[in-house]
């Protein structure tokens, strides 16, 4: 069955430190990958977006994720957390020519120490 | 105004209530989801409308009602909830496939 799978509930990194979020994924082939942020009572905000061509993809407020196929992952990175980056990070799928259903991570949840 | 708007914000209602929620999107989008996001739980996929027609129902309870009057406009009518349906609904719109969605900042909603 296709899955997205975000191993990681809770982080907590000190400000300005650097960031990964984990994000697996099991699809049949490469689907559409997605990154979304969700702050207190507010909805989703599209961080970026993976299709096709360059791995490394660069999104906005200073993040990036990076696709490897080998691993079946999209991983969110920041080399610098700032404490509004507290919030909840999804990563989300879509299959190619599947229409546009997209199927959500269970989130991780950051928190950012001063 | 630009975007995904949803109202209202928060709802308080009985189980004898009937209610409807609304989202309004401006970007020229052709297709509207409502989703549900609970506490402790993924976001589940309620319903989508593609070209205003509804494309998919996963299986959601009888007693959430959509309506997709054009591509500008969907609404959520409520009937007869349970406190279980209490939850945050979001709304979102999309474009071509993989475009990815552009979320509403959802309906909160808490069932008495």
């Known amino acids: ?114 | 105004e630009t975007g995904v708007t949803q109202t209202p914000r928060h709802l308080v209602m009985g189980m004898t209530n009937k209610k409807s929620l609304k989202c309004e999107q401006h970007l020229g989008h052709n297709a509207m989801y409502w989703y549900k996001q609970s506490a402790k739980k993924p976001l589940e996929l309620m319903f989508v409308y593609s070209l205003e027609e509804r494309v998919e129902n996963n299986s959601v309870p009888s007693r959430f009602s959509p309506e997709c009057p054009n591509s500008s406009h969907l609404f959520l009518h409520l009937h007869t909830l349970q406190p279980e349906d209490s939850a945050l609904y979001l709304c979102a719109s999309s474009q071509a496939t993989g475009a990815g969605y552009t979320f509403g900042s959802g309906t909160r909603l808490t069932v008495v």
Do not use: M
């Not at chain 1, 000190?14 to 699809?27: I, K, T």
């Not at chain 1, 599209?46 to 999104?59: I, N």
């Not at chain 1, 509004?84 to 879509?94: G, K, L, P, R």
């Open chain 1, 1 to 114: 069955a296709q899955s997205v799978t975000q191993p990681d509930i809770h982080i907590t990194v000190s400000e300005g430190a650097s960031l990964e979020l984990r994000c697996n994924y099991s699809y049949g082939a490469t689907p559409y990958l997605f990154w979304y942020v969700q702050s207190p009572g507010q909805g989703l905000q599209l961080l970026l977006k993976y299709f096709s061509g360059d791995t490394l993809v660069q999104g906005i407020k200073g993040f990036e994720a990076e696709f490897k196929r080998s691993q079946s992952s999209f991983n969110l990175r920041k080399p610098s957390v700032h404490w509004s980056d507290a919030a909840e990070y999804f990563c989300a799928v879509a299959e190619r020519g599947g229409g546009n259903k997209l199927t959500f991570g269970t989130g991780t949840q950051l928190k950012v120490e001063l």
